[in-house]
């Protein structure tokens, strides 16, 4: 595998549900992030890790919980969805150097997550 | 927090003509602006980028324009061909002097070119 990989490709759950979402890079790069894509909304940032700390968190409710165990995996862990929570998640990762730097970002082909 | 607007939302073209889609930023502190292709349940990539320090790139059939004064850039598609048909995303960066930056993301505008 290259690039950008995450598993489930499509998930169905219910409210009462627990799950977890899987993203894997594999470009050598020191950021993650979850984004949340919705119909006719503009992609939401979720979480950032860089170097496995969790640098922000978007006002995300904790329904969604990240763990980042290493520079490669991030998951999302999902307990008591909404309906609304219904969307395609993306992962992507990028390299970060220094300050004022900013590298492009890798995107996963994402988790179609519906919730019922 | 950065704020990005993306104009028109849909944008349909004759095949062979151009295509410009803008948007514009409130964050004066930007500094990169990517903008992303993403075809129909495939994942965003990256298509151009521009940094604050230059006004215009040009990549074959694609270009971007900067106006840092007016807080505004645009991407411009010329022969435009079916396959350019996607959701193109512009995006605009918030650097808070950490290691890491941020991207926030226009709407979205859905460009059909028909043949």
């Known amino acids: 595998e290259t690039g950008v990989t995450q598993t489930p490709r499509h998930l169905v759950m219910g409210m009462t549900n627990k799950k977890s979402l899987k993203c894997e890079q594999h470009?050598?790069?020191?950021?993650m992030y979850w984004y949340k894509q919705s119909a006719k909304k503009p992609l939401e940032l979720m979480f950032v890790y860089n170097f496995k700390e969790q640098t922000e968190n978007n006002s995300v409710p904790s329904r969604f919980s990240p763990e980042c165990p290493n520079s490669s995996h991030l998951f999302l862990h999902l307990h008591t969805l909404q309906p609304e929570d219904s969307a395609l998640y993306l992962c992507?990762?990028?390299?970060?150097?220094?300050?004022?730097?900013?590298?492009?970002?890798?995107f996963g082909p994402g988790t179609r997550l519906t919730v019922t | 927090g950065e704020n990005v607007e993306q104009h028109p939302s849909t944008l349909s073209v004759q095949e062979g003509d151009s295509a410009v889609i803008k948007c514009t930023y409130s964050d004066s502190a930007s500094n990169y602006f990517p903008w992303y292709k993403q075809e129909l349940g495939k994942r965003p990539q990256l298509i151009i980028d521009i940094r604050s320090n230059v006004g215009e790139k040009k990549d074959q059939r694609i270009a971007v324009t900067l106006n840092k004064t007016a807080k505004h850039f645009s991407l411009h598609i010329t022969e435009t061909q079916p396959e350019d048909s996607a959701v193109y995303f512009c995006a605009a960066n918030r650097d808070r002097g950490s290691t890491l930056g941020r991207l926030y993301f226009g709407r979205g505008t859905q460009l059909t070119v028909w043949p």
């Open positions: 470009l050598g790069h020191n950021a």
């Open positions: 992507a990762s990028s390299q970060e150097v220094g300050t004022s730097a900013f590298y492009e970002q890798y």
